[in-house]
Structure formats: C-alpha cells, structure tokens
Nanobody, 120 residues
Framework: QVQLVGSGGGSVQAGGSLRLSCAPSGSIYRANAMGWYRQPPGKQRELVAT???????NYADSVKGRFTISRDNAKNTVYLQMNSLKPEDTAVYYC??????????????WGQGTQVTVSS
C-alpha cells in the first residue's frame, strides 16, 4: 500500500529556514496535485501551498513571498522551502498528494506529519 513519507522539519529561530520533502513510499503510476497543509496548536488544518503536475502553484496569503513549493516529477517528490520563518509558522506540517498508485486506481494520500517549531 502506498504511503507518503515526509522528511525535514525541526526547530529553528525566527528568521531561519527549513526545507520539507515528501514522496510516495513505492512506485506509482502517476502523481497529480501535491502540496502541504499545516495544523497549528489548537487550530484546524489549513492549506499552505499546492503544485499541479504542470507546475502551477497556489499559496496561502500568510506564506506568500516566504515559502516556495516545488516538485520533481521524475521522483514524484514535492518540496517546501520555508524562509523567513515566524513563530506563527509553528505547526505540524502534512504532505498531501492526489495519486494514481496504478493506472486504474486514484485517491488522496496524506503523510504522517512533521513538526516545525519556530522560536522568537
């Protein structure tokens, strides 16, 4: 069964940078939209950024100009470069992807979540 496996994250001071990456655990037929969501402490999960297979991107207003989402279609990997981090970026970050594990099956998949903590 395909799973999304994320890496990166950790603790950093305000103004610092972190990079997240995420990819399916095994081979797949195709990856459509991929992206990142986050859940701050005590709040609901929210969109951070998404990228289509064609490279079109969408960002939450709160991260525009600071975060960059990208993907490597050959590796089915999505990245999130986070710069100028703020304490309010502290959250558990979840990788998301709409995948075709095989040519006749599609679905939405979520990573296990990775903690990002930004201290002031």
């Amino acid at each position: 069964q395909v799973q999304l496996v994320g890496s990166g994250g950790g603790s950093v001071q305000a103004g610092g940078s972190l990079r997240l990456s995420c990819a399916p655990s095994g081979s797949i037929y195709r990856a459509n939209a991929m992206g990142w969501y986050r859940q701050p402490p005590g709040k609901q999960r929210e969109l951070v950024a998404t990228v289509t297979s064609g490279g079109s991107t969408n960002y939450a207003d709160s991260v525009k100009g600071r975060f960059t989402i990208s993907r490597d279609n050959a590796k089915n990997t999505v990245y999130l470069q986070m710069n100028s981090l703020k304490p309010e970026d502290t959250a558990v970050y979840y990788c998301y992807a709409n995948l075709w594990p095989t040519a006749w099956k599609t679905g939405d998949y979520w990573g296990q979540g990775t903690q990002v903590t930004v201290s002031s």
